[in-house]
């Protein structure tokens, strides 16, 4: 009997084994190797079609960070380049920063810091997408002092969309 159940998983474990060797057997002759029929222009566009893919897969990332005057002083937007503009006219310590690209189902962190290499600033931070309802490129972001008391600061800002 107990030779009889190591036979049966002997053999199970052989056909798992067996069975992808069996399915290349029946592939047609040639070697098997994919048709380079297009040459180089059909290669680059398979790249292409493969990039679009794997953009897909990781969606997009974005930061930015900004001066406490509202300049944008570096930045990064995958997939592709995206135009940040800033606009700090709203009020001290009020920043509406536009994406050029819908922004509003994404998720939004912000953070003080600073635009260099020194201390960065002491207080609070606050985001949130349109605000205003004008655009859904936009995300809002607003900035006190550690007494609470709304004041301008570089910050730091990571968008992260599906």
């Known amino acids: 009997m107990k030779n009889t ?3 049966t998983v002997l ?3 052989g056909l798992a084994f067996s069975s992808p060797l069996i399915a290349s057997a029946k592939k047609p002759t040639g070697g098997g ?3 380079q029929k297009g040459g180089l222009p059909a290669l680059e ?3 292409d079609a493969l990039q679009v893919l794997i953009t897909d897969l990781q969606g997009q990332n974005n930061w930015a960070v900004i001066s406490a005057a509202g300049a944008v002083v570096r930045s990064s937007s995958l997939p592709g380049p995206v135009t940040m503009a800033v606009a ?5 310590g009020i920043y509406e920063i536009n994406f050029g690209k819908d922004v509003s189902a994404c998720a939004y962190t912000a953070t003080l810091g600073d635009t260099a290499n020194t201390v960065p600033p002491v207080g609070e931070i606050a985001v949130s997408g349109d605000v205003d309802g004008d655009s859904p490129d936009d995300v809002y972001v607003q900035t006190s002092n550690s007494t609470g008391a709304v004041a301008d600061a570089s910050f730091h800002l990571y968008v992260s969309c599906p």
């Open 5 to 7: 159940k190591v036979l």
């Open 33 to 35: 190797q994919e048709s």
């Open 11 to 13: 053999l199970a474990t």
């Open 45 to 47: 566009d398979r790249v």
């Open 88 to 92: 700090h006219a709203a009020g001290t």
